[in-house]
């Protein structure tokens, strides 16, 4: 684990989208309170274009709930992504609160359960940041090469307004056979990585032929010289 202060900043193959932060206003959710729980009332709430839910946190017991479908999605679909706050209201009461572990239908890869953490405005929370590749590596794809992305989220810790809703990685100045790691995205205040700062993000693979070339392959035998019967 490493902190704002620690982590390495490459200006040469990595680099934090440098644009002003915006805090995203909280999301307004109501939510219902549901008395009737498995598999077969959940079915029921889908097709009913609602989505079976459960609260907990804060020494709450947990309260399981339904949200509106629609509402849910549109929520994800803000610039803060799945971790976007909530202002959940469940009858006279509200809490603000963050979604975790979402679990989707295994094909059509809708939402089909979610579970709600109420935080606080000032504590620091966990969450998963989408990574995502920016620019072009142009000496890697002139060589023929590719860039193979490894890691594809980023577990960290950050107070609910601080979490990024992703984080670019700037790919056009490697080159071929080199990798970026953790420890070379620049950290933005007041979020800490929560991972090996060594862990490769993204690898610069040179050409299939160039690999075969460079890996010795066996000798072939050679040949005895032919031999006329009789000699």
């Not at 979604?99 to 890869?109: G, V």
């Not at 989220?153 to 056979?177: C, N, Q, R, W």
């Not at 890996?215 to 072939?220: H, I, L, N, Q, V």
């Amino acid at each position: 684990m490493f902190g704002p202060l620690s982590a390495k900043l490459s200006a040469v193959n990595c680099e934090f989208a440098q644009e002003e932060r915006v805090t995203m206003a909280d999301i307004a959710l109501v939510a219902e309170q549901r008395n009737e729980q498995g598999s077969s009332a959940s079915r029921r709430l889908r097709a009913s274009g609602r989505i079976p839910a459960v609260v907990y946190g804060h020494g709450e017991q947990p309260i399981a709930i339904s949200v509106d479908s629609r509402a849910l999605r549109q929520a994800f679909a803000t610039d803060a992504g799945e971790n976007v706050l909530f202002d959940l209201k469940i009858g006279k009461e509200k809490h603000l609160a963050m979604a975790r572990d979402l679990q989707r239908h295994p094909i059509r890869r809708t939402i089909a359960h979610v579970d709600f953490l109420v935080v606080n405005r000032d504590e620091v929370v966990s969450a998963e940041v989408p990574l995502v590749l920016v620019g072009e590596a142009l000496n890697v794809t002139r060589a023929g090469g590719n860039v193979d992305q490894a890691l594809f989220t980023l577990h960290v810790k950050a107070k609910p307004a601080d979490i990024p809703a992703h984080l670019e990685i700037d790919i056009s100045h490697l080159e071929l056979g080199h990798a970026i790691r953790v420890s070379e995205i620049a950290v933005p205040a007041g979020v800490i990585f929560d991972v090996d700062p060594e862990t490769t993000v993204a690898t610069a693979i040179a050409p299939r032929g160039t690999i075969e070339a460079e890996t010795p392959g066996e000798t072939p035998a050679a040949e005895e010289p032919a031999t006329t019967e009789g000699s």
